[in-house]
Protein backbone atom coordinates (compact mmCIF):
# COMPACT_ATOMS: atom_id res chain seq x y z
CA UNK A 1 0.00 0.00 0.00
CA UNK A 2 1.32 3.49 -1.08
CA UNK A 3 -1.67 5.67 -0.87
CA UNK A 4 -5.34 6.37 1.62
CA UNK A 5 -7.90 8.09 -0.41
CA UNK A 6 -10.43 9.50 1.98
CA UNK A 7 -13.77 9.52 0.62
CA UNK A 8 -17.63 9.42 1.65
CA UNK A 9 -20.51 10.36 1.68
CA UNK A 10 -18.43 13.89 2.40
CA UNK A 11 -15.01 13.66 4.38
CA UNK A 12 -15.35 17.47 4.88
CA UNK A 13 -18.14 16.92 7.41
CA UNK A 14 -15.51 15.83 10.34
CA UNK A 15 -12.31 18.15 9.02
CA UNK A 16 -10.61 17.56 12.51
CA UNK A 17 -11.19 13.49 12.03
CA UNK A 18 -9.92 14.19 8.90
CA UNK A 19 -6.78 15.71 9.68
CA UNK A 20 -6.07 13.79 12.25
CA UNK A 21 -6.52 10.30 10.01
CA UNK A 22 -4.24 12.03 7.25
CA UNK A 23 -1.64 13.44 9.94
CA UNK A 24 -1.46 9.39 10.83
CA UNK A 25 -1.30 8.32 7.29
CA UNK A 26 1.95 10.77 6.78
CA UNK A 27 3.85 9.14 9.92
CA UNK A 28 3.52 5.91 8.05
CA UNK A 29 4.78 7.44 4.72
CA UNK A 30 2.05 7.15 2.74
CA UNK A 31 0.36 8.97 -0.15
CA UNK A 32 -3.20 10.82 0.73
CA UNK A 33 -5.63 12.05 -1.09
CA UNK A 34 -9.12 12.89 -0.60
CA UNK A 35 -12.35 13.52 -2.63
CA UNK A 36 -14.75 16.20 -2.00
CA UNK A 37 -17.95 17.96 -3.17
CA UNK A 38 -15.99 21.45 -1.92
CA UNK A 39 -19.53 22.31 -0.12
CA UNK A 40 -17.66 22.56 2.81
CA UNK A 41 -14.38 23.26 2.40
CA UNK A 42 -13.20 27.07 3.66
CA UNK A 43 -9.83 28.70 3.35
CA UNK A 44 -9.23 28.19 6.43
CA UNK A 45 -9.67 24.29 6.68
CA UNK A 46 -8.06 23.57 3.87
CA UNK A 47 -4.74 25.52 4.98
CA UNK A 48 -5.15 23.25 7.93
CA UNK A 49 -5.41 20.16 6.43
CA UNK A 50 -3.06 20.58 3.35
CA UNK A 51 -0.10 20.10 4.78
CA UNK A 52 -0.69 16.29 5.43
CA UNK A 53 -2.60 16.11 1.87
CA UNK A 54 -1.27 15.35 -1.63
CA UNK A 55 -3.82 15.35 -3.63
CA UNK A 56 -7.28 16.66 -3.84
CA UNK A 57 -10.32 15.51 -5.44
CA UNK A 58 -13.46 17.73 -6.57
CA UNK A 59 -16.73 15.49 -7.53
CA UNK A 60 -18.35 17.79 -9.95
CA UNK A 61 -20.66 16.27 -12.47
CA UNK A 62 -21.92 19.11 -14.40
CA UNK A 63 -21.32 23.11 -14.45
CA UNK A 64 -25.20 23.91 -14.51
CA UNK A 65 -26.85 24.09 -11.80
CA UNK A 66 -30.20 22.85 -13.17
CA UNK A 67 -29.02 19.43 -13.72
CA UNK A 68 -26.41 19.60 -10.40
CA UNK A 69 -29.69 19.97 -8.63
CA UNK A 70 -31.49 17.22 -10.89
CA UNK A 71 -28.74 14.31 -9.64
CA UNK A 72 -28.98 16.29 -5.98
CA UNK A 73 -25.81 18.70 -5.56
CA UNK A 74 -27.02 21.24 -4.06
CA UNK A 75 -28.03 22.07 -0.12
CA UNK A 76 -31.85 21.55 1.16
CA UNK A 77 -30.96 23.71 3.90
CA UNK A 78 -29.29 26.76 2.80
CA UNK A 79 -30.96 30.05 0.98
CA UNK A 80 -28.73 32.09 -1.20
CA UNK A 81 -25.79 29.52 -1.33
CA UNK A 82 -23.04 29.88 -3.88
CA UNK A 83 -24.09 27.24 -6.67
CA UNK A 84 -22.33 24.15 -6.47
CA UNK A 85 -20.31 24.37 -9.81
CA UNK A 86 -19.30 28.11 -8.28
CA UNK A 87 -18.10 26.53 -5.05
CA UNK A 88 -16.34 23.67 -6.70
CA UNK A 89 -14.44 25.54 -9.32
CA UNK A 90 -13.38 28.16 -6.13
CA UNK A 91 -11.93 25.25 -4.32
CA UNK A 92 -10.29 24.04 -7.09
CA UNK A 93 -8.64 27.49 -7.61
CA UNK A 94 -7.31 27.35 -3.56
CA UNK A 95 -6.11 23.49 -4.14
CA UNK A 96 -3.60 25.13 -6.94
CA UNK A 97 -2.66 28.02 -5.35
CA UNK A 98 -1.35 25.96 -2.33
CA UNK A 99 0.27 23.79 -5.11
CA UNK A 100 -1.44 20.25 -4.38
CA UNK A 101 -2.30 18.29 -7.15
CA UNK A 102 -6.31 18.32 -8.12
CA UNK A 103 -8.22 15.94 -9.72
CA UNK A 104 -11.80 16.14 -10.61
CA UNK A 105 -14.42 13.41 -10.76
CA UNK A 106 -17.21 13.21 -12.89
CA UNK A 107 -19.83 10.84 -12.67
CA UNK A 108 -21.88 10.05 -16.05
CA UNK A 109 -25.97 8.88 -15.74
CA UNK A 110 -28.66 9.90 -17.41
CA UNK A 111 -29.03 13.01 -16.09
CA UNK A 112 -25.61 14.74 -17.31
CA UNK A 113 -25.38 12.41 -20.38
CA UNK A 114 -26.23 14.47 -23.09
CA UNK A 115 -24.67 18.06 -20.80
CA UNK A 116 -21.50 20.05 -22.40
CA UNK A 117 -21.32 22.04 -19.35
CA UNK A 118 -18.47 20.12 -17.78
CA UNK A 119 -16.23 20.24 -20.57
CA UNK A 120 -16.57 23.70 -20.08
CA UNK A 121 -15.91 23.40 -16.26
CA UNK A 122 -13.11 21.27 -16.41
CA UNK A 123 -11.18 23.38 -18.55
CA UNK A 124 -11.91 26.03 -16.29
CA UNK A 125 -10.71 24.10 -13.01
CA UNK A 126 -7.64 22.57 -15.28
CA UNK A 127 -6.99 19.72 -13.09
CA UNK A 128 -4.16 17.26 -13.51
CA UNK A 129 -6.11 14.48 -13.41
CA UNK A 130 -9.63 13.84 -15.15
CA UNK A 131 -11.52 10.70 -13.99
CA UNK A 132 -14.60 9.77 -15.74
CA UNK A 133 -16.96 7.16 -14.25
CA UNK A 134 -20.02 5.42 -15.88
CA UNK A 135 -22.64 5.24 -13.31
CA UNK A 136 -22.56 1.60 -11.22
CA UNK A 137 -25.22 -0.05 -10.05
CA UNK A 138 -24.71 -1.26 -6.25
CA UNK A 139 -27.21 -2.62 -4.05
CA UNK A 140 -27.03 -0.91 -1.26
CA UNK A 141 -25.01 1.95 -2.16
CA UNK A 142 -24.93 3.82 1.02
CA UNK A 143 -24.23 0.92 3.41
CA UNK A 144 -25.42 -1.98 5.73
CA UNK A 145 -29.13 -1.40 6.19
CA UNK A 146 -29.48 2.19 5.63
CA UNK A 147 -30.07 2.91 2.34
CA UNK A 148 -33.78 3.56 2.62
CA UNK A 149 -34.35 5.74 -1.19
CA UNK A 150 -36.03 4.37 -4.11
CA UNK A 151 -33.37 2.42 -6.16
CA UNK A 152 -31.58 4.63 -8.52
CA UNK A 153 -32.94 3.92 -12.33
CA UNK A 154 -30.56 6.59 -14.40
CA UNK A 155 -28.25 4.17 -15.26
CA UNK A 156 -26.78 4.32 -18.93
CA UNK A 157 -26.16 1.42 -22.03
CA UNK A 158 -23.04 0.70 -23.54
CA UNK A 159 -23.69 2.39 -26.81
CA UNK A 160 -24.48 5.80 -24.72
CA UNK A 161 -21.68 5.86 -22.68
CA UNK A 162 -19.32 5.46 -25.67
CA UNK A 163 -21.19 8.16 -27.71
CA UNK A 164 -20.85 10.29 -24.58
CA UNK A 165 -16.97 9.87 -25.25
CA UNK A 166 -16.78 10.47 -28.52
CA UNK A 167 -18.26 13.64 -27.63
CA UNK A 168 -16.46 14.35 -25.06
CA UNK A 169 -12.92 13.69 -27.28
CA UNK A 170 -14.51 16.38 -29.70
CA UNK A 171 -14.87 19.32 -27.22
CA UNK A 172 -13.00 18.83 -24.37
CA UNK A 173 -9.19 19.28 -24.34
CA UNK A 174 -8.38 17.63 -20.97
CA UNK A 175 -8.39 13.59 -21.84
CA UNK A 176 -10.75 11.87 -18.62
CA UNK A 177 -9.22 8.82 -17.45
CA UNK A 178 -12.32 6.70 -17.74
CA UNK A 179 -13.64 3.59 -15.63
CA UNK A 180 -16.38 1.76 -17.30
CA UNK A 181 -18.83 -0.45 -14.20
CA UNK A 182 -16.55 -3.62 -15.33
CA UNK A 183 -13.31 -2.47 -14.27
CA UNK A 184 -14.54 -0.18 -11.34
CA UNK A 185 -16.89 -2.75 -9.63
CA UNK A 186 -13.57 -4.84 -7.99
CA UNK A 187 -10.69 -2.68 -8.44
CA UNK A 188 -11.18 -1.05 -5.35
CA UNK A 189 -10.47 -1.76 -1.71
CA UNK A 190 -13.43 0.32 0.72
CA UNK A 191 -12.96 0.52 4.03
CA UNK A 192 -16.47 1.66 6.06
CA UNK A 193 -16.53 3.21 9.14
CA UNK A 194 -16.22 0.30 11.82
CA UNK A 195 -13.09 -0.73 9.74
CA UNK A 196 -14.72 -3.67 7.62
CA UNK A 197 -13.48 -3.81 3.77
CA UNK A 198 -16.36 -3.93 1.37
CA UNK A 199 -16.41 -6.62 -1.41
CA UNK A 200 -18.40 -5.35 -4.08
CA UNK A 201 -17.56 -8.22 -6.93
CA UNK A 202 -22.02 -9.50 -5.96
CA UNK A 203 -22.91 -6.05 -7.08
CA UNK A 204 -23.58 -5.60 -3.78
CA UNK A 205 -21.58 -4.06 -0.86
CA UNK A 206 -20.91 -7.02 1.87
CA UNK A 207 -18.77 -6.75 5.03
CA UNK A 208 -15.98 -8.84 4.96
CA UNK A 209 -13.58 -8.65 7.74
CA UNK A 210 -12.96 -5.52 10.12
CA UNK A 211 -9.02 -4.25 9.91
CA UNK A 212 -9.45 -3.70 13.47
CA UNK A 213 -9.97 -7.61 14.37
CA UNK A 214 -7.71 -8.93 11.43
CA UNK A 215 -4.56 -8.31 9.72
CA UNK A 216 -5.01 -6.32 6.13
CA UNK A 217 -3.39 -9.52 4.51
CA UNK A 218 -6.73 -11.86 5.67
CA UNK A 219 -9.21 -9.15 4.98
CA UNK A 220 -8.03 -8.03 1.54
CA UNK A 221 -8.07 -11.87 0.61
CA UNK A 222 -11.81 -11.73 1.65
CA UNK A 223 -12.83 -8.78 -0.09
CA UNK A 224 -13.10 -9.83 -4.19
CA UNK A 225 -10.32 -6.57 -4.56
CA UNK A 226 -9.12 -7.46 -8.53
CA UNK A 227 -5.39 -6.15 -8.59
CA UNK A 228 -5.61 -6.70 -12.27
CA UNK A 229 -8.30 -4.23 -12.76
CA UNK A 230 -6.47 -2.13 -10.30
CA UNK A 231 -3.84 -2.27 -13.00
CA UNK A 232 -5.64 -1.60 -15.93
CA UNK A 233 -7.72 1.72 -14.53
CA UNK A 234 -4.05 2.97 -14.19
CA UNK A 235 -4.42 2.89 -10.33
CA UNK A 236 -0.70 2.93 -10.10
CA UNK A 237 -0.26 6.01 -11.30
CA UNK A 238 2.34 8.72 -9.45
CA UNK A 239 1.16 11.84 -7.98
CA UNK A 240 3.11 14.94 -9.49
CA UNK A 241 5.69 16.57 -7.20
Known amino acids: MNRVNFAGGEPFLNPHLLLDMAKCCKAENLETSVITNGSLVTKTILDDIIPYIDMVGISVDSGDSRINQMIGRHSRNRLNEISHEKKALEVCQWVKERGKTLKCNTVICRENLHDDSIFQFVEKAGPKRWKVFRVLPI ?8 D ?6 GYITDLEWKE ?4 CAKKCRIPPV ?3 NDVMQNSYIPVDELGYLLDCSSGKKIRSSSLLHVPFKKALSESGFDLEKFDERGGFFKLDK
Open 139 to 146: ENENGIDK
Open 148 to 153: RRPPYS
Open 164 to 167: WQKR
Open 178 to 180: LED
